[in-house]
């Protein structure tokens, strides 16, 4: 048959306690860290932390801000990518309506087709393209051929009135004999 796979193992669970032991030695090695720091910087720490708390009015502000523009991994991670864009919100009195606003490449494109047709249609209609003079020439030899036509049609029916008045003057001279 079939061979167990790890599917079918004992699944192993930490304990409450461990993670607390875990979290409370994290914390630790963090204060003793900053101990360090401090105990590292002067012997004098103790004036510079009372500096700080007498500056902190201004700069806790300042390092509120900050944290709250970073959330999650970006307090981690320092981004030097110059095509982010960082969104920033503005206020309805900032906001610039009357201002010409910024065309799409598509709308811009649209505008200069219909522009471009539109000096088409007028150098067409003054007969200066080559399709208008093209027209323009299949136009006259139209006119030509359809005169001729028209001058055939006028010839043939003169020569039968003709041919018409003819046969009546037969026709009358010999009830006359």
Same mark, same amino acid.
């Given at each position: 048959?079939?061979?167990?796979?790890?599917?079918?193992?004992?699944?192993?669970?930490?304990?409450?306690?461990?993670?607390?032991?875990?979290?409370?030695? +994290? &914390? #630790? %090695? *963090? @204060? !003793?860290?900053?101990?360090?720091?401090?105990?590292?910087?002067?012997?004098?720490?103790?004036?510079?932390?009372?500096?700080?708390?007498?500056?902190?009015?201004?700069?806790?502000?300042?390092?509120?801000?900050?944290?709250?523009?970073?959330?999650?991994?970006?307090?981690?991670?320092?981004?030097?990518?110059?095509?982010?864009?960082?969104?920033?919100?503005?206020?309805?009195?900032?906001?610039?309506?009357?201002?010409?606003?910024?065309?799409?490449?598509?709308?811009?494109?649209?505008? +200069? &087709? #219909? %522009? *471009? @047709? !539109?000096?088409?249609?007028?150098?067409?209609?003054?007969?200066?393209?080559?399709?208008?003079?093209?027209?323009?020439?299949?136009?006259?030899?139209?006119?030509?051929?359809?005169?001729?036509?028209?001058?055939?049609?006028?010839?043939?029916?003169?020569?039968?009135?003709?041919?018409?008045?003819?046969?009546?003057?037969?026709?009358?001279?010999?009830?006359?004999?």
């Amino acid at each position: 048959g079939r061979k167990g796979g790890h599917k079918g193992r004992a699944r192993q669970y930490t304990s409450p306690e461990e993670i607390d032991a875990q979290l409370q030695a +994290e &914390k #630790q %090695k *963090a @204060k !003793e860290e900053e101990e360090q720091e401090e105990g590292g910087e002067g012997a004098t720490g103790d004036p510079k932390k009372e500096k700080k708390s007498l500056d902190s009015d201004e700069s806790d502000e300042d390092d509120e801000d900050y944290q709250q523009k970073r959330k999650g991994v970006e307090g981690l991670i320092d981004i030097e990518n110059p095509n982010r864009v960082i969104q920033t919100t503005k206020k309805v009195t900032q906001l610039d309506l009357d201002g010409p606003k910024e065309l799409s490449r598509r709308e811009r494109e649209e505008i +200069e &087709k #219909q %522009k *471009a @047709k !539109e000096r088409y249609m007028k150098m067409h209609l003054a007969g200066k393209t080559e399709q208008a003079k093209a027209d323009l020439a299949r136009l006259a030899i139209i006119r030509k051929q359809r005169e001729e036509a028209a001058r055939k049609k006028e010839e043939e029916r003169k020569a039968k009135d003709e041919a018409a008045m003819a046969g009546k003057r037969l026709q009358s001279l010999s009830l006359n004999k």
